[in-house]
């Protein structure tokens, strides 16, 4: 069986190449006797995989010198306590709530002080990014976060809030390495790898320095402060050697394709196919407000569940797969993320298309 269209919203769709990559050099990398699956963490061929991963990721993301790369596990989810144990010094955060991930997070910085919600968008099922110019920030505020790319529900912030000078924290999980960003606006951008960049089982933080003390929340763990793994360039203890080496690959990959302003031209273009399709289709609509419409998470729906039903069989028969909605919004989804061909997204629309005129 050849490969399919994978819309999979995470784990999700790689680079060929890279897998390919991968698979030549499963039983010997480069000439050690081993897979990279194999050899010790400590070792200077894994040594110069995680030094060229962490490189690769500045030069892409013109990441500035007093920002420290940590790659991490645990999931998007560990950072969701992280992040205030190791921010939350006046015990206040301000949180932005555009969608689950959104939520859960500030659901667990409760944990640990006050955690307002100081906007949400959850009155219209999270289908826009609400306005964020002047929002009600806490004097006291250790932080602002946002999800910047909200996964499940295909919304994206188009700008950045006004944090009134306080830090802000970005859960980038699904949008990262789509397009350029300003990193010097951020104090954390963190997310999950297995969305955009690689295999689940890595998370990469971006942080600045001075965020990076010992001043944590009393009792937290030594696994679960920064200064723990900045100290240590991510080698505390055994990082996910094998996740890091593929993101390394998918780094490299980026960089042959001319980097994230080449990336961005291509994911607006195959975004426009599919939301272009959707704008004049009399059988599928998409479901976000047009303004904040996500370039990596595409939902839309025939407004009949049964058909929705329909659509997704058929739609996997034919080879395009994982097209199905997150569960608390139905419908369909696709994600189409950096690796996700033009094509893919062209001949989805063209199965769209004929789906629509067999069931006008
Ligand atoms: C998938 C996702 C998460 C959850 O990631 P885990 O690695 O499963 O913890 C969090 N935030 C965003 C934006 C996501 O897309």
């Known amino acids: 069986m050849g490969r399919v269209y994978n819309f999979s919203a995470g784990p999700a769709v790689l680079p060929e190449e890279v897998?390919?990559?991968?698979?030549?050099?499963?039983?010997?990398?480069?000439?050690?006797?081993?897979?990279?699956?194999?050899?010790?963490?400590?070792?200077?061929?894994?040594?110069?995989?995680?030094?060229?991963?962490?490189?690769?990721?500045?030069?892409?993301?013109?990441?500035p010198d007093n920002y420290k790369v940590l790659f991490?596990?645990?999931?998007?989810?560990?950072?969701?306590?992280?992040?205030?144990?190791?921010?939350?010094?006046?015990?206040?955060?301000d949180y932005i709530v555009t969608g689950q991930w959104a939520k859960r997070a500030f659901k667990e910085a409760q944990k640990f002080g006050d955690a307002?919600?100081?906007?949400?968008?959850?009155?219209?099922?999270?289908?826009?990014?609400?306005?964020?110019?002047?929002?009600?920030?806490?004097?006291?505020?250790?932080?602002?976060?946002?999800?910047?790319?909200?996964t499940i529900y295909g919304t994206k912030f188009k700008t950045l809030p006004n944090t009134k000078g306080k830090d802000l924290v970005a859960d980038v999980s699904s949008c990262f390495l789509s397009e350029p960003m300003d990193v010097s606006k951020y104090a954390i951008i963190y997310g999950g790898a297995q969305k955009n960049i690689g295999p689940a089982g890595v998370v990469i933080a971006i942080i600045r320095e001075d965020l990076i003390t010992e001043d944590v929340l009393p009792g937290t763990p030594t696994m679960l402060q920064f200064k723990t793994h900045a100290d240590n360039d991510s080698l505390y203890n055994t990082p996910p050697c094998y996740g890091i080496y593929i993101c390394g690959k998918v780094f490299k990959w980026l960089k042959k394709q001319g980097g994230l302003e080449v990336m961005k031209e291509r994911n607006e273009k195959k975004a426009a196919i599919l939301y272009d399709f959707l704008d004049q289709s009399k059988l599928f609509k998409g479901t976000?407000?047009?303004?904040?419409?996500?370039?990596?998470?595409?939902?839309?729906?025939?407004?009949?569940?049964?058909?929705?039903?329909?659509?997704?069989?058929?739609?996997t028969e034919a080879g395009f797969v994982n097209l199905k909605g997150h569960r608390s919004v139905g419908g369909m989804r696709a994600s189409i993320y950096n690796a996700m061909p033009i094509e893919g997204v062209e001949k989805l629309v063209e199965f769209m298309k004929k789906f629509e005129a067999e069931n006008a």
Not at 121 to 139: G, R
Not at 297 to 312: E, Y
Request: overall charge negative; hydrophobic content about 40%; charged content about 30%.
């Open 116 to 150: 307002k919600c100081i906007a949400s968008s959850e009155d219209k099922t999270f289908s826009y990014i609400p306005d964020c110019s002047d929002l009600p920030i806490d004097d006291n505020a250790d932080y602002v976060y946002i999800c910047e790319n909200n």
């Open 288 to 315: 976000v407000e047009k303004n904040s419409r996500s370039l990596m998470n595409v939902p839309f729906v025939t407004g009949d569940a049964d058909l929705d039903a329909k659509f997704i069989k058929e739609a």
């Open 72 to 93: 991490l596990q645990g999931g998007a989810h560990l950072q969701f306590a992280m992040i205030p144990m190791n921010l939350m010094k006046n015990r206040v955060a």
């Open 19 to 63: 897998l390919r990559e991968a698979a030549a050099e499963m039983l010997d990398y480069q000439g050690s006797g081993q897979s990279v699956m194999e050899m010790s963490h400590r070792s200077k061929v894994f040594d110069k995989i995680i030094k060229d991963a962490e490189q690769d990721l500045r030069d892409l993301l013109n990441i």
